[in-house]
């Protein structure tokens, strides 16, 4: 597969949920404060890159100052790298309990499809982050299934009888399954909602996984 592009179509960023989207003044509060800075962050470094995206940007569109910012963040770069690790780990987090509550590894599989595709449905901005700059993070990912997609999704193959051999690239083909029907619906290649394909993406992973074991 190759790299998407690092500038994504603005107007498919927009859309979705509360990633695209600062989320409103509440006071002094400063996790608001935080969150506010995070989902402006997530906005801009999906659009522009991280490389294109100044304090400034950030804090004008969050409707902060740059010394209100550095009050959480020391960096640009330490900003970008904790939204990495802790979207990262959410997604990880959720990946591994579906692994514990589906019983087959057909419904854990449809499960995570789905999942991915709510995901990118709601929050296109965070699910661009995620896919554009994982090379910049993954280095610093923990290798825990909690923390680690490739780690959860390759433990719930483990379990589900994918010898151990084969687990990773079958996950990596599973993986890719969902990424690159995203990366065509970030461009317009795809219409409609990701979701609405969720059954034809999962039975394409099951097929993979099938082979695998």
């Not at 959720?94 to 509550?101: T, Y």
Request: hydrophobic residues 50%; charged residues 25%.
């Amino acid at each position: 597969m190759s790299a998407p592009a690092r500038r994504l179509p603005a107007e498919r960023i927009a859309e979705g949920g509360s990633a695209g989207r600062p989320a409103p003044r509440r006071g002094r509060d400063g996790t608001a404060t935080r969150a506010r800075i995070e989902a402006e962050a997530l906005r801009l470094f999906a659009q522009k890159g991280i490389d294109g995206t100044s304090v400034r940007d950030i804090a004008q569109g969050a409707g902060v100052s740059e010394g209100a910012l550095y009050r959480h963040f020391v960096s640009k770069e330490e900003l970008a790298r904790a939204l990495f690790l802790s979207r990262y780990a959410a997604l990880a987090g959720k990946i591994c309990a579906i692994d514990a509550r589906e019983a087959t590894l057909a419904e854990k599989l449809a499960a995570v499809v789905e999942l991915a595709c709510a995901l990118f449905d709601a929050e296109p901005a965070l699910f661009a982050y995620l896919l554009i700059h994982q090379h910049d993070h993954l280095a610093h990912v923990p290798e825990a299934p909690e923390a680690n997609v490739v780690t959860a999704v390759e433990r719930m193959l483990a379990r589900a009888g994918v010898p151990a051999a084969r687990a990773t690239l079958a996950g990596a083909m599973a993986l890719g399954c969902v990424v690159q029907p995203a990366v065509f619906a970030l461009y317009g290649r795809l219409d409609g909602s990701l979701g609405a394909r969720a059954g034809e993406i999962a039975r394409a992973v099951e097929g993979i996984v099938a082979a695998a074991r």
